[in-house]
């Protein structure tokens, strides 16, 4: 039971290039979100789905995109990207079943855009 | 304008003493509330929550208050250990929301 797992764990893209982060859950959870974080602030929620097959956005979903290929997978990327998006990325699933909030998160994908 | 608020960036603390991080929130409507844990370069863990119908809630060495009228919490750690240095973060939920809304961390250093 490997829980969350992110591929890459670290990223150097060029300004403009695009690339899809990986994420992965074998806990059989519906929920499934995108954080990045950044210093001093606290994670952010970039999107999430609910289900397998629905995608929302949250705080600061511009210049992302995501897929729920099914309920494990749940990917995002980058079309172009841009400095700003220099951050440490998360990805976390919940299931909502329980009344619990508890997320559960990989251990992060760290992009640095040149 | 942050909803969820964690004053203090550092805090350090000698081992066996009690650790006391503090978050402050400004919206009424959250009603749970969750403090995770971090340590580098790994995701953050889920360590204890509580809901908005308690004042408190334990879990071993760690306790959750809640004043809902000052619109504050703090978790207590006792006695701090030195495997308890890492940064934490509070966040808070609304009911049937699916989002969490964050701190911005505390680093707890414990020193031996």
């Known amino acids: 039971n490997a829980g969350v797992t992110q591929t890459p764990k670290f990223q150097v893209l060029k300004t403009g290039q695009s690339m899809t982060l990986q994420c992965a859950q074998d806990m059989n959870h519906n929920s499934m979100y995108w954080y990045r974080q950044d210093p001093g602030m606290g994670l952010r929620l970039i999107y999430y789905?609910?289900?397998?097959?629905?995608?929302d956005k949250g705080e600061v979903p511009n210049g992302y995109n995501v897929s729920r290929l099914n309920k494990r997978e749940f990917s995002l990327r980058l079309e172009s990207a841009a400095p700003s998006q220099t951050s440490v990325y998360f990805c976390?699933?919940?299931?909502?079943?329980?009344?619990?909030?508890?997320?559960?998160f990989g251990p992060g994908t760290r992009l640095l855009v040149l | 304008d942050q909803q969820v608020k964690q004053n203090s960036p550092s805090l350090s603390v000698q081992e066996g003493r009690i650790s006391i991080l503090n978050c402050d929130y400004t919206?009424?409507?959250?009603?749970?509330f969750l403090w995770y844990k971090k340590y580098p370069a790994e995701g953050p863990t889920f360590l204890i929550s509580?809901?908005?119908i308690k004042d408190k809630n334990e879990d071993g060495r760690f306790t959750v208050f809640l004043n809902k009228s000052a619109k504050h919490l703090s978790l207590h750690i006792v006695p701090s250990q030195p495997g308890d240095s890492a940064v934490y973060f509070c966040?808070?939920?609304?009911?049937?929301?699916?989002?969490?809304?964050w701190g911005a961390g505390t680093k707890l250093i414990i020193k031996p």
């Open positions: 919206n009424s409507m959250f009603d749970y």
């Open positions: 509580i809901s908005s």
């Open positions: 976390a699933s919940r299931n909502p079943d329980t009344y619990q909030e508890t997320q559960y």
């Open positions: 789905s609910a289900s397998e097959g629905t995608t």
């Open positions: 966040a808070a939920s609304e009911d049937s929301n699916y989002q969490l809304i």
